[in-house]
């Protein structure tokens, strides 16, 4: 008997055949067995596609045998001033943000899923590094195993929204996305769990692609969004926002920048040390020298607001951004 396959069939399966990864192969493979005709002819063809996919399944995350050492490729280890971690569906432009503004080898296709693990790239705004995190993307009813952990760990989230697409639904998907997994700060969502880990994350929306996208589309989303989110209009094709985009992140990242100088020696005015905002003497004194934050003596400032500069400062003095401090240990 012919197995008369569809259309949506065929689609599933190249879908398969250029799958890169296995969570991407048993989409596919789901997919398949979805849209595949249910007659006697196709009776062997679902039984191995069953076959397949269970097969997939018990492969344990990362594809290595047992016993074999556990790599967590959605622990993203942190470095600068900030991570910052993409979310949002299939093809919505996360890589190309992320291509667009750091260095980082992003794998940017105009086919869903093409991202299959998260990629950090370095961003530079002034002088200050902070780092981006292109993820794979999610849908309705999956996310790669594991990649809540990428968002737990981040700084911050920035749901990529693509203009050109169905705004809404995007949001929807992403929000309820975030919401199950308790990344929202909303007051629904405790700060932290029972062990004090932080649960809610700082977050913010990216809508892209404006470029083709019809005018006043992020105004509309933004009205009938009922969460306090900041939102940017961006292209990561034409470069338009971009700028604007690196101000913003670093505008959520609050924190300040300060030039550390030691005593006698000229200002180092090129890698400052970043700290949260409201951070003080000491905790600056903490990040340039555990160990010798103890023997702090004295500090002094330049360009502190309400304080002469070379002046004497105390260990609480509350720091702002673009302050030079010496450090005076005994
Ligand atoms: N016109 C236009 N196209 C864009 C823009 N950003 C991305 N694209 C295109 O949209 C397609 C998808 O972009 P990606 O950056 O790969 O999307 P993604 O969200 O990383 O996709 P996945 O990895 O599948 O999740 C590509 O063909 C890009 O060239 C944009 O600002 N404007
Ligand atoms: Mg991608």
């Known amino acids: 008997m012919p197995a008369n396959l569809t259309p949506e069939y065929k689609k599933a399966d190249e879908w ?12 596919a493979l789901e997919e398949m067995l979805r849209t ?3 007659h006697k002819g196709t009776e062997h063809m679902r039984a191995d596609l069953k076959k397949r996919l269970s097969k997939l399944r018990a492969v344990p995350a990362g594809g290595k045998k047992a016993g074999a050492k556990h790599v967590d490729v959605f622990h993203v280890p942190k470095t600068g001033a900030g991570q910052i971690a993409m979310v949002g569906m299939p093809n919505c432009g996360k890589s190309s943000i992320v ?8 794998n940017i296709a105009d086919y869903p899923f093409a991202t299959d693990k998260p990629v950090p790239g370095m961003m530079m705004f002034e ?3 902070i780092e981006l995190v292109d993820t794979p993307p999610i849908t309705v009813d ?7 952990g990428t968002y737990r760990g981040c700084d911050i989230v920035a749901i990529v929204i693509d203009l050109a697409g169905e705004v809404l639904e995007q949001m929807e998907v992403v929000l309820s996305y975030l919401e199950s997994h308790h990344l929202l700060i909303d007051e629904t969502t405790e700060a932290t769990d029972a062990s004090g880990n932080a649960l809610g994350k700082k977050t913010f929306v990216i809508c892209t692609k404006c470029d083709i996208a019809a005018e006043g589309t992020m105004e509309t989303l933004k009205e009938l969004c009922d969460k306090p989110f900041e939102f940017i209009e961006i292209s990561a094709q034409t470069g338009q926002g971009l700028d604007k985009l690196a101000e913003l992140i670093y505008r959520l990242l609050d924190i300040v920048r300060i030039y550390a100088k030691k005593p006698g020696k000229p200002v180092d005015m090129k890698d400052p040390f970043t700290l949260s905002r409201g951070s003080t003497v000491t905790d600056l ?13 004295t500090a002094r400032a330049w360009g502190a607001e309400g304080v002469h500069d070379g002046q004497n400062v105390p260990r609480d003095h509350v720091l702002a ?7 005076h240990f005994s």
């Open 99 to 106: 291509g667009a503004l750091t260095k980082a080898k992003v």
């Open 16 to 27: 398969f055949r250029s799958a890169s990864s296995d969570d991407e192969k048993i989409l």
């Open 36 to 38: 595949i005709p249910k």
């Open 285 to 297: 004194a903490c990040k340039v020298h555990r160990e010798l934050a103890e023997k702090l003596k």
């Open 142 to 148: 999956y996310a790669a195993g594991g990649q809540v």
């Open 127 to 129: 002088d200050v590094q």
């Open 321 to 327: 951004d673009k302050e030079i401090i010496e450090l």
